[in-house]
């Protein structure tokens, strides 16, 4: 698997498992397609974006901090969006979302293919 | 009779310790070390001027015999092993080689309690490919130790001293079944086997423990039957992998891969971390 | 193969060269008496200088079981327990003489044996005189091995001087002894070629020569008195090195 498809496949897995955890959370459960798709979704984009990172960047560091950045950016968007009772849940989604961004860098870093530049 | 006094004695020793270089193209420069056939000396090539070291051999072979194996051991072109420029029998009958002049360290003094098991490794690993490659070419050391090895200023390792005839190897390096017999490319295996037990630290990991007592396994046929096997285990053991001289259990299994996936476990326990901590969070 | 180096004609003439004592005792037969001469002639002074040192004795002591220990002890039985794989000849030949003294002391057994081996030549005179500079840290086994190296060496040295003398070599032996055996500051090569009227690249091929020869002559001494071409060159090594 080249580190753009891993970043995909790994990007949709994490993000629907982040999702289904909100299970756990009795308000969440009426809306948990919603939160699996969203969720998945955000992963994809997530481990696209790290996926073109790993490409240009060979650096675990550099990989798992980047990741962990644009998953705390995207689900701090995904945050922004009020859930029907009016609240906003920015740490239930966005400390998640740092940890599994986190995660896909780290796996995009490790999938094999060429990258343009070591640090 | 002649009273010859300690003065004399002494000069008169040194002279003819000293290789007659006159009617070769060498010129000669200093002693620079002394191993178990011969001397070797730093010299200076006047045809192409550049500086070689010399290997004078105090052996009794004809120097025909010893012409033919260092033809041998010069077609062996292998980074690892340092090139032999030209040989040849000096006017007092002592054979010679001339080859490249390695700066370095001697691997018993490059040794040091410093030193990574990275880099401990790595001189194996050199020395095995060279050994690997020699036996292709169906020639044996016969004597690996660590004053065979040089570690040259930027990290090269060279193999040195190859093949000469009537060595029976050093006792520490000598595999047991070799004794009155003629060495073959298994004793060279447990040479290195040898070798690598004297490069590992005291707190070794047990794994590569094993790989060397494997390879200095009493019987021949409990060893790695080449030295690629050999450094295939090296190299797995490197890559975090399960070495073939160490059946693990259960737990140890486990350990080794926690260890090898210590970043990505990290992450997913700090993934579960978070969501106990949000799930209590919430509980209060 | 170079002529000069096939010494004096005859191998046989320094009877080392072809046939060692320790072969000979190997292949059974009578002890060539010529073998057994090469040994005290290497030996003689070492065990002396050895006897004086480590048991102190005087010089009529020291000649007596000297004396004794050559004429006694160098006997087929002597050689044919002599193990290679433990020791070289020359180690060898220094235990059998500490067991010798040991042994031997008794007045009674100082009579000469069969006297197999011939000491009337050796100046123990002569020997006695030398100077017995030992410095305070040295061991016997240390004299016995430096002793031995100079013997050796000495030996070799009238063997160059008989060889030169027979072979017109005289200048060679000349240059030899002006430069290697020179006691104090050497003359440089220059001085020796102006005093002998030929050039300095001469000076250097003949001192060279002597030395090469020198260096065959000591490979033909060691050979008569050791059991294999591993044991020669690792005496060489230990005479050299």
């Known amino acids: 698997m080249n580190k753009i498809v891993t970043g995909l496949v790994f990007g949709a897995l994490l993000g629907?498992?982040?999702?289904?955890?909100?299970?756990?959370?009795?308000?969440?459960?009426?809306?948990?397609?919603?939160i699996l798709m969203g969720s998945s979704i955000k992963g994809l984009v997530v481990g696209l974006l790290s996926g073109w990172f790993a490409r240009k960047v060979n650096s675990l560091q550099w990989g798992i901090a980047f990741g962990a950045t644009i998953g705390l950016f995207f689900a701090f968007l995904v945050a922004l969006q009020p859930q029907p009772s009016g609240n906003h849940y920015y740490l239930e989604i966005m400390l998640p979302g740092f940890v599994t961004g986190?995660?896909?860098?780290?796996?995009?870093?490790?999938?094999?293919?060429?990258?343009?530049?070591?640090v | 009779m002649i009273d010859l006094n300690d003065s004399i004695l002494d000069h008169l020793r040194h002279v003819l310790d000293e290789p007659e270089?006159?009617?070769?193209?060498?010129?000669?420069?200093?002693?620079?070390?002394?191993?178990?056939?011969?001397?070797?000396?730093?010299?200076?090539?006047?045809?192409?001027?550049?500086?070689?070291?010399?290997?004078?051999?105090?052996?009794?072979?004809?120097?025909?015999?010893?012409?033919?194996?260092?033809?041998?051991?010069?077609?062996?072109?292998?980074?690892?092993?340092?090139?032999?420029?030209?040989?040849?029998?000096?006017?007092?009958?002592?054979?010679?080689?001339?080859?490249?002049?390695?700066?370095?360290?001697?691997?018993?003094?490059?040794?040091?309690?410093?030193?990574?098991?990275?880099?401990?490794?790595?001189?194996?690993?050199?020395?095995?490919?060279?050994?690997?490659?020699?036996?292709?070419?169906?020639?044996?050391?016969?004597?690996?130790?660590?004053?065979?090895?040089?570690?040259?200023?930027?990290?090269?390792?060279?193999?040195?001293?190859?093949?000469?005839?009537?060595?029976?190897?050093?006792?520490?390096?000598?595999?047991?079944?070799?004794?009155?017999?003629?060495?073959?490319?298994?004793?060279?295996?447990?040479?290195?086997?040898?070798?690598?037990?004297?490069?590992?630290?005291?707190?070794?990991?047990?794994?590569?423990?094993?790989?060397?007592?494997?390879?200095?396994?009493?019987?021949?046929?409990?060893?790695?039957?080449?030295?690629?096997s050999f450094l295939l285990d090296l190299q797995r053991f490197q890559d975090g992998l399960a070495v073939e001289a160490f059946p693990e259990s259960f737990w140890q299994r486990t350990g080794r891969y926690a260890r090898r996936n210590q970043v990505l476990l990290l992450l997913l326990a700090a993934f579960v971390a978070v969501k106990f901590f949000l799930f209590f969070l919430r509980r209060l | 193969m170079d002529p000069d180096t096939a010494i004096g004609g005859p191998r046989d003439r320094f009877p080392s060269t072809s046939h060692s004592l320790l072969e000979a005792v190997a292949e059974g037969g009578a002890l060539p008496s010529e073998?057994?001469?090469?040994?005290?002639?290497?030996?003689?002074?070492?065990?002396?200088k050895y006897i004086r040192y480590k048991w102190h004795k005087d010089n009529e002591e020291a000649k007596d079981l000297t004396q004794s220990f050559f004429a006694s002890a160098l006997e087929r039985e002597f050689f044919q327990q002599f193990d290679a794989a433990k020791a070289s000849f020359r180690t060898y030949l220094r235990m059998a003489l500490d067991r010798f003294a040991a042994n031997e002391y008794a007045a009674a057994n100082r009579q000469k044996r069969g006297g197999a081996v011939s000491l009337a030549a050796l100046d123990f005179d002569g020997v006695a005189a030398?100077?017995?500079?030992?410095?305070?840290?040295?061991?016997?086994?240390?004299?016995?091995?430096?002793?031995?190296?100079?013997?050796?060496?000495?030996?070799?040295?009238?063997?160059?001087?008989?060889?030169?003398?027979?072979?017109?070599?005289?200048?060679?032996?000349?240059?030899?002894?002006?430069?290697?055996?020179?006691?104090?500051?050497?003359?440089?090569?220059?001085?020796?070629?102006?005093?002998?009227?030929?050039?300095?690249?001469?000076v250097t091929n003949h001192?060279?020569?002597?030395?090469?020869?020198?260096?065959?002559?000591?490979?033909?001494?060691?050979r008569g008195v050791t059991s294999s071409a591993q044991?020669?060159?690792?005496?060489?090594?230990?005479?050299?090195?």
């Open chain 3, 207 to 222: 001192l060279a020569w002597s030395r090469r020869i020198l260096r065959t002559i000591l490979a033909g001494r060691l």
């Open chain 2, 21 to 228: 270089l006159s009617g070769t193209r060498y010129e000669l420069e200093a002693e620079i070390g002394r191993g178990g056939l011969g001397v070797v000396y730093a010299a200076h090539d006047r045809e192409l001027r550049r500086r070689v070291a010399i290997k004078v051999l105090d052996s009794t072979l004809p120097p025909v015999h010893l012409e033919e194996e260092a033809r041998i051991i010069a077609s062996l072109e292998h980074p690892a092993i340092v090139p032999v420029y030209d040989a040849g029998a000096l006017p007092d009958g002592r054979a010679y080689y001339a080859m490249k002049l390695v700066s370095g360290q001697r691997l018993d003094r490059y040794l040091n309690p410093r030193l990574s098991l990275t880099e401990r490794l790595r001189v194996i690993q050199r020395a095995g490919e060279a050994l690997a490659f020699a036996h292709t070419r169906g020639i044996v050391h016969r004597d690996l130790k660590p004053q065979n090895i040089m570690v040259g200023s930027f990290g090269e390792v060279y193999v040195m001293d190859w093949g000469v005839e009537g060595v029976a190897g050093t006792p520490q390096f000598r595999a047991p079944e070799q004794a009155g017999r003629e060495p073959d490319p298994r004793s060279d295996g447990y040479a290195l086997g040898a070798l690598l037990q004297f490069l590992l630290p005291e707190d070794a990991p047990r794994a590569l423990r094993a790989v060397a007592a494997k390879a200095m396994s009493p019987a021949p046929e409990a060893r790695y039957p080449d030295i690629p």
């Open chain 1, 102 to 118: 986190a995660i896909i860098g780290f796996l995009t870093q490790r999938a094999s293919g060429p990258s343009k530049q070591t």
């Open chain 1, 16 to 34: 629907l498992l982040d999702g289904a955890t909100a299970w756990f959370t009795p308000e969440a459960r009426s809306m948990i397609a919603g």
């Open chain 3, 35 to 48: 073998a057994l001469d090469q040994v005290a002639a290497i030996y003689w002074k070492p065990v002396y």
């Open chain 3, 130 to 202: 030398e100077a017995m500079q030992v410095a305070d840290l040295q061991t016997p086994e240390a004299i016995f091995h430096r002793e031995w190296q100079r013997q050796l060496f000495a030996l070799a040295v009238e063997d160059l001087r008989a060889h030169c003398g027979q072979s017109g070599r005289q200048l060679q032996f000349q240059l030899f002894a002006e430069y290697d055996l020179a006691e104090g500051e050497r003359p440089g090569y220059a001085e020796l070629a102006r005093r002998h009227e030929i050039p300095v690249s001469s």
């Open chain 3, 231 to 241: 044991e020669l060159r690792a005496e060489m090594r230990e005479l050299l090195g």
